[in-house]
């Protein structure tokens, strides 16, 4: 059972994809209940302006490569000396049919959604577990990885495994007594630059986003960024594994658990002996 860190001040953060989006407004709000933040992000004219309306140290680093993780990791501890905050956050879309998705839009969907979260984990655990009394672990995932929708398949395909990563690791984590908690967010619409995060597809021209505090427009319904922030810190302080941002998304949750219930019940009556 998750143990979450009632008192993050003073506590070591590192947060990937922190330049913008919802991993800025993450760092953002730690940084206000007193937690000393690392964002890291691949693109480094974002990096460096969001570093700065922070006032927190960025690295570039990118979380396909577990180099650059290693990286990111020896400079928080060479700043800080221990990590008690790691938020794998990191994330890209493909959004089309699958038929009009190709093996490479495959592949880089979950490099960066699924691999990145993996990698992440590899490098952070161990070194939360060798260095902090009191750790824990977020996972971004996305509502997506609890139901899916039509031009999903990649995306969702990505964040399920996120989402079955963090649950399989914290069964783990909670057997062996660890100090470390973990938590996986799963957001539905929320302001942010994912729309836009083919411009960090690898062989595709980077053309800057406007702001690294903010999302790439307008978004009609969707959340503020700064309220998941907001959303993630109380989540950590409770120790939640679920960190749920969207509650009226619970309908579509049920409605995919009764598809897979009737199933059951279906092989239930199949199996049963006829008189």
Known sequence: MNTGIRDMAGKIAVVTGGAAGIGFAIAAELMDRGVIVVIADVEEEALTAAAAALGATGVVADVTKVEDLVHLADEVIRLHGRLDIAVNNAGVARIAPFDELTIDDFRWVLDVNLW???????????????????????????IAGMRSAPKLAAYAVSKFGVVALTET???????????VGLGVLVPAMVQSNIAASER?????????????SNGAGAQVGAMEAHEVGVIVADAIERGDL????????????????RRIEDAFEQAVLRSAPTL
């Open 116 to 142: 990145g979260v993996v990698l992440g984990m590899k490098v952070f655990l161990p070194l939360i577990e060798s260095t902090s009394q009191c750790g824990y672990i977020v996972n971004t995932a996305s």
């Open 200 to 212: 960090n597809r690898p062989g595709v021209r980077r053309v800057p986003v406007a702001d690294g």
């Open 242 to 257: 679920y960190i749920v941002t969207h509650p009226e998304s619970l309908d579509s949750i049920k409605a995919r658990h």
């Open 169 to 179: 690791v914290e069964q783990e984590l909670s057997a062996r007594a660890s100090q």
